[in-house]
C-alpha cells in the first residue's frame, strides 16, 4: 500500500505496488477497516494525512516510519526493495527481537522458510566481539497466542 500524491502514483505502479492512492484509501480503511495489505509506504507530504488513521496502523505496526525505509521521496525504491523481501525486525532494551515471519494464509513451508532466513540472517548480524552463546531461546506466537519454544540448535546455519 503506497500513500502518496498524484504526481508519484505512476512510479509507485510501475514498481509494482498493489495499492496505490490517498483519501480515497484513507476512507476506506477509517470507515471500513479495510487491511487487506501487508506493509505501508508514504510520501513525506502526505504524512499529516495519515494521521487520521494513524490510531489503527499503529497497533498493527503498520504506521509509515522513516527508520524503516517506509515514509520516502523515492516510492519506487521503497516497493521494489519490500516486493523484493525486506523485512524489518525491533529489538526491544532486553534484546528480544520482534518480527514478523508470515500471515494467517502462508503455508507451514514458508513460514519454515521465512523463520530460518531471519535466524540465519540474525546469527551473521553477529558482532566479531560477542563471544559465548548468541541465541539463548527462540519462542515463536501468534497474535493472541501463548509463545512455541524452538530449539535455535535444530535451525540450519545458526549458532
Sequence with gaps: MVFTTPDKENDAKNAGADYVGLDEFITKIEKESWMDFDVVIATPNVMAKLGKIARILGPRNLMPNPKSGTVTPDVAKAV??????????????????????????????????????????????????????????ISMASTMSPGINIDYKTVAGVN
Design 80 to 137: 521494489e526493495e519490500v516486493k523484493k523481501g525486506k523485512i524489518a525486525f525491533k529489538v526491544d532494551k532486553f534484546g528480544i527481537v520482534h518480527t514478523s515471519v508470515g500471515r494467517i494464509n502462508f503455508s507451514a513451508e514458508q513460514i519454515n522458510d521465512n523463520a530460518t532466513a531471519l535466524l540465519q540472517t540474525l546469527s551473521k548480524l553477529k558482532p566479531a566481539s560477542a563471544k559465548g552463546i548468541y541465541f539463548k531461546g
